[in-house]
Structures are given as structure tokens and as C-alpha cells.
């Protein structure tokens, strides 16, 4: 099974501030026949269910401000939120899909939080 | 716009089972695959199996395989998942998800299902 890992566990950024989120595979989820990372960035707020944030590891998905972004290739993936605001505070979890009709695995999580 | 609607709380004893339901609306039910994941409390995510509402397969994750049957109704574009064999660790949050371009786009409002004595 691909292991995701994320860095920090836990992060305190003051308002309008830049936020960035780390998350590694165990091994990669660049997809070489249509070269897609097939990775993406979900938000989970408080009492609320998990949204998708962000897909193909750069992608966002329709309706996510744009002070969201995603970056990275390979294992190596980073979320950065550009001007953090308050509403954005929740845990944020990377997930890999390489396979379809596989089990997909997710990060521990990040929580963000007001500074 | 694209619905799953999930049963509500549970509370079981170890050794019961429980059965979770997942109603679809706002899409064609057959054409997009479900997954299961849940959430312990004050834990992260983790998938627990995925079911093909057209034809019924199923794939479950290891640590699940024996204990969770997902099954689907087409009459009704409901999923169900059933958890066997309860135990305290099995306490938590249940959601189920759409996939659409592998991800998961769509998630319903979970399901607290309690195990205790």
C-alpha cells in the first residue's frame, strides 16, 4: 500500500499569512502514459464532512477560492492557502489514487489553525 | 446537484452489526462508483472499500475483508454497508463518497455508529 505522510501535524498562521501543507508518498503517483499526479487535497472543517479542495495535484475543483494551490510531482506534493483567512481553519488531507477501483489511502492530516 | 444522503446514529453492542445506508439523488446512480471511509474519533481518514453501483463488485480493504458487505439498490439509488463483529475501535464517523475522475467529489453527512456495552 502507498503510505502518505504529511508535514506539519499542526500548524498556527496568523491572518492573511501563507499556510503551506507538506505530504510525501511512499512511492510515486505520477502516472508516465498521461504524465497526471494523481493526487488530491481534500478540507475537512470542523463537524462538517471532507470537500474536495484540489485535484491532479494542481487542479482545483469548481467553487475553491483561489488563494488555494497545489504543487509537487512525483512523491512530493505541497498545498499552500496564500492569505489564510478564517474561515479556512479545519484539517487538511492529501490522498493518492493511482489506481482506480483501488483503496485509497489518505494523510494523517494537517490542522491549521488562527495564530 | 448531486445528493448522498446518509441513515443516522447507531448505537450497538460488541459482537452486533450494523448497517448503514446511503441514498443517492441529483445523478445517474449507476454511472459513478461509491466508496466508504471513516473517521474515529479525533482520528484521520481512512477507506474502508468501494462499490460499483452498476453491476454490484466490490473491492474492500484488507483490514475489513470478512467483516463489511456493501451492497447497492438500484430501485432506490441506495448503497448499504454492514459492519460485523462490532468492537469499541469500530466506533466512529461513517461517510460514503462518489468517486468521479477518481476522486471524491460528493460526500454524504456521515453516520455516528457507537459500539459499547
Not at chain 2, 93 to 104: H, K, T
Request: glycine share 8%; proline share 3%.
Amino acid at each position: 500500500d502507498i503510505v502518505m505522510t504529511q508535514s506539519p501535524d499542526s500548524l498556527a498562521v496568523s491572518l492573511g499569512e501563507r499556510a503551506t501543507i507538506n505530504c510525501k508518498s511512499s512511492q510515486s503517483v505520477l502516472n508516465n502514459s498521461n504524465n497526471k499526479n494523481y493526487l488530491a487535497w481534500y478540507q475537512q472543517k470542523p463537524g462538517q464532512s471532507p470537500k474536495l479542495l484540489i485535484y491532479w495535484a494542481s487542479t482545483r475543483e469548481s467553487g475553491v477560492p483561489d488563494r488555494f494551490s497545489g504543487s509537487g510531482s512525483g512523491t512530493d506534493f505541497s498545498l499552500t492557502i496564500s492569505s489564510l483567512q478564517a474561515e479556512d481553519v479545519a484539517v487538511y488531507y492529501c490522498q493518492q489514487y493511482v489506481s482506480t477501483r483501488s483503496i485509497r489511502t489518505f494523510g494523517q492530516g494537517t490542522k491549521v489553525e488562527i495564530k | 446537484q448531486v445528493q448522498l444522503v446518509q441513515s443516522g446514529t447507531e448505537v450497538k453492542r460488541p459482537g452486533a452489526s450494523v448497517k448503514v445506508s446511503c441514498k443517492a439523488s441529483g445523478y445517474t446512480f449507476t454511472s459513478w462508483y461509491i466508496h466508504w471511509v471513516r473517521q474515529a474519533p479525533g482520528q484521520g481518514l481512512e477507506c474502508m472499500g468501494i462499490i460499483n453501483p452498476n453491476d454490484g463488485t466490490t473491492t474492500y480493504a484488507q483490514r475489513f475483508q470478512g467483516r463489511v458487505t456493501m451492497t447497492r439498490d438500484t430501485s432506490t439509488s441506495t448503497v448499504y454497508m454492514e459492519v460485523s463483529s462490532l468492537r469499541s475501535e469500530d466506533t466512529a464517523v461513517y461517510y460514503c463518497a462518489r468517486e468521479r475522475q477518481a476522486v471524491f467529489d460528493s460526500w454524504g453527512q456521515g453516520t455516528l455508529v457507537t459500539v459499547s456495552s
